[in-house]
């Protein structure tokens, strides 16, 4: 069964840093496209990032609100998938998903339970 | 960026009876639209894709339509794990993808 396990979230300083990281398993993780997606509390949903596959030079993009500040990564050989955030502001604050692009189209077919990153002084 | 736009925001229907969310797009996305399914505490989980295909293990009572900007996610008749929030998302205009508000479907 294909399996999405995020980790590294916590609290943080306005202007400090966090990295997450995700574990995926029961799937060819190299083939696929991965993103995370961001809810704040009792909001809706935001795509944040995207790291595309070996085929495609594992190229990046990035929402408006996180471009240089935020940057994914990902590990084919140990099925990992990061995300260094930087300059963190209160209102990055939110559930962070680790999400598996379907690779038909750019929606989300598998979510992980996600991390849930805090900004506070 | 294309806006989506989910209507209502909070909608009350009994068990048993049939609910049909709406979700409109700023301009064409053509059938590029999905639906995500969120209960409480769990993250989402997807539905349909393509406008009107439903992803795997869904239930039959969950039916997509629409194409263009206009998109309808129905469910014919609901079960007590159906009240949960659910959200469109549109992936035709690549960069970025961007989701509906969310509608809310609680008991009556």
């Known amino acids: 069964d294909v399996e999405l396990v995020e980790s590294g979230g916590g609290l943080v300083q306005p202007g400090g840093s966090l990295r997450l990281s995700c574990a995926a398993s029961?799937?060819?993780?190299?083939?696929?496209?991965m993103d995370w997606v961001r809810q704040a509390p009792g909001k809706g949903l935001e795509w944040v990032a995207r790291?595309?596959?070996?085929?495609?030079?594992?190229?990046?993009e990035y929402a408006a609100s996180v471009r240089d500040r935020f940057t994914v990564s990902r590990d084919d050989s140990t099925t990992s998938v990061y995300l260094q955030m930087n300059s963190l502001k209160t209102e990055d604050a939110a559930m962070y998903y680790c999400?598996?692009?379907?690779?038909?189209?750019?929606?989300?077919?598998?979510w992980g339970q996600g991390t849930l990153v805090t900004v506070s002084s | 960026e294309v806006v989506m736009t989910q209507s209502p925001v909070i909608m009350s229907v009994s068990p048993g009876e049939r609910a049909t969310l709406s979700c409109r797009a700023s301009?064409?996305?053509?059938?590029?639209l999905a639906w995500y399914q969120q209960r409480p505490g769990q993250a989402p989980r997807l539905l349909v894709y393509?406008?009107?295909t439903r992803a795997s293990g869904i239930p039959a009572r969950f039916s997509g339509s629409g194409s263009g900007t206009e998109f309808t996610l129905t469910i014919s008749s609901l079960q007590s794990e159906d009240f949960a929030v659910y959200y469109c998302?549109?992936?035709?205009?690549?960069?970025?993808?961007?989701f509906g508000q969310g509608t809310r479907l609680e008991i009556k």
């Open positions: 999400v598996r692009d379907s690779s038909i189209g750019w929606y989300y077919d598998y």
């Open positions: 029961g799937f060819t993780f190299s083939g696929y496209f």
């Open positions: 790291v595309r596959n070996k085929d495609n030079r594992y190229t990046t």
């Open positions: 301009q064409s996305v053509s059938n590029a």
């Open positions: 393509g406008a009107s």
């Open positions: 998302q549109q992936y035709n205009n690549k960069s970025p993808i961007t």
